[in-house]
């Protein structure tokens, strides 16, 4: 049996939810509901906003083109999560978008942009990237939605580190001893992980890093991957070593 249900279509909205709320669908929404899905009044649908849970919701037609939706009964509740950043290096943008997704059905809570010294794209679309979380969070069941943070300097970044957040700092100069074994010496708590660019960090920049006493440094293996690919190995390896499996 299905833990969630995966046969209903689910929207994002950002109105607050709760017991008989009925609120008006914007444009878009209206367009996508009664164009694409082809509900009609009466028709329901699963909605959540990252705050209040899902809710099952019935669609009113308002007019020739537009739509309100209105809460019928709680689905699920909103489900917490782990206190998880992920801090990376810019891609091009259908890579972006890969891994934007990814991080968030892993969990992230928020999506730093980190400009290095040998970043691709140091141009970020913001709004781009918050479409691709809700997207993902929508097809796979996620509740939370990543917040998606402005790109920020490597330097800025360190040197206004919070204390109290373990930064994992995927580093290509690890030695390459099990990252499991190296993150089980880590306690549970806020985290951050850090991927460069396929470029990888400079000396400086890896050395700027490593001194951070926050900063525990892990080697995803002897294969080079992909920016994009590493997002996913090293969330994987967060989420089984410190989070899902602790």
Not at 11 to 28: E, K, M
Not at 208 to 230: E, H
């Amino acid at each position: 049996m299905a833990i969630h249900d995966f046969t209903s279509q689910r929207l994002f909205v950002p109105d607050s939810l709760g017991d008989g709320v009925r609120f008006s669908c914007t444009p878009d929404q209206a367009r996508y509901l009664r164009s694409v899905l082809r509900l009609g009044e009466g028709d329901e649908i699963l909605i959540f906003n990252g705050r209040d849970g899902e809710w099952r919701a019935r669609l009113h037609e308002a007019g020739k083109r537009g739509a309100d939706l209105e809460t019928v009964a709680l689905v699920r509740p909103q489900a917490g999560g782990p206190d998880l950043h992920y801090l990376f290096a810019p891609l091009k943008r259908a890579r972006l978008d890969y891994m934007v997704q990814k991080a968030t059905e892993m969990g992230v809570s928020r999506l730093v942009p980190v400009v290095t010294r040998h970043t691709v794209a140091e141009r970020v679309n913001a709004e781009r990237m918050a479409a691709n979380a809700i997207e993902a969070a929508e097809q796979c069941g996620v509740l939370r939605v990543p917040e998606v943070a402005e790109p920020v300097k490597l330097a800025a970044l360190i040197g206004n580190w919070n204390a109290s957040r373990a930064l994992i700092f995927c580093d290509e100069g690890a030695e390459q001893t099990s990252p499991l074994a190296v993150l089980a010496t880590l306690k549970p708590g806020p985290l951050a992980v850090l991927v460069g660019p396929e470029g990888g960090f400079s000396p400086e920049e890896r050395e700027m890093v490593r001194a951070l006493p926050q900063a525990t440094a892990v080697s995803l293996g002897p294969r080079i991957m992909r920016a994009d690919t590493a997002a996913v190995a090293a969330l994987a390896l967060v989420n089984a070593a410190l989070v899902d499996w602790r």
